[in-house]
């Protein structure tokens, strides 16, 4: 036996099911661009900063306890903050030509920072002698339902990283501008 829907059914159902879908709408994946100019050469810069384990140079971070080298999804970090808390990273793509790396965040508290399914990339380029630097991560909130609290909404997952990269570049700047 075989049914068959008439089209205009099938339209008019599609159509009621849209309201439905816009109201069970859950977070939306943010997006953190912070660029920094650093007065060094750029192979100067990357060789602080294309060590993947190695993260000594963030504000915040007491250890970096790195493993598997620059070998993207073999190498893995973990950071132990001077507050105590832990934040595991792996890399997924390194690109020494091009001085740029990707990395993930395997595992942390979202009292730490408040992000779900974080992952970014630096990329240390030339302009002139100088060198740019950018860093930009994708994120969702620490709280992955509707109706977050405000530890843990959009609006407190992108201060916080955005103020954990403003912090990390003009660390980094600070480090490779050092005479």
Do not use: C
């Amino acid at each position: 036996m075989s049914f068959v829907i008439p089209r205009r059914a099938l339209i008019v159902a599609a159509v009621a099911l849209i309201p439905a879908a816009a109201f069970a709408h859950g977070p939306s994946r943010q997006k953190v661009v912070e660029k920094i100019e650093i007065d060094a050469p750029p192979a100067k810069v990357w060789a602080i900063v294309g060590n993947f384990g190695d993260l000594s140079w963030l504000p915040g971070v007491a250890k970096t306890e790195g493993t598997g080298g620059n070998t993207p999804d073999q190498a893995k970090r973990k950071l132990t903050l001077a507050n105590g808390g832990v934040i595991e990273e792996t890399l997924t793509k390194y690109d020494e030509a091009g001085q740029s790396l990707s990395y993930k965040i395997d595992s942390v508290d979202v009292k730490i920072l408040p992000v779900n399914n974080y992952s970014s990339t630096i990329t240390v380029k030339d302009v002139g002698g100088k060198t740019e630097v950018e860093w930009k991560g994708a994120f969702y909130r620490g709280f992955m339902n509707n109706d977050p609290p405000p530890e843990l909404s959009d609006e407190a997952s992108l201060k916080a990283v955005t103020d954990l990269y403003k912090a990390g570049l003009a660390s980094l700047k600070a480090k490779a501008e050092a005479k």
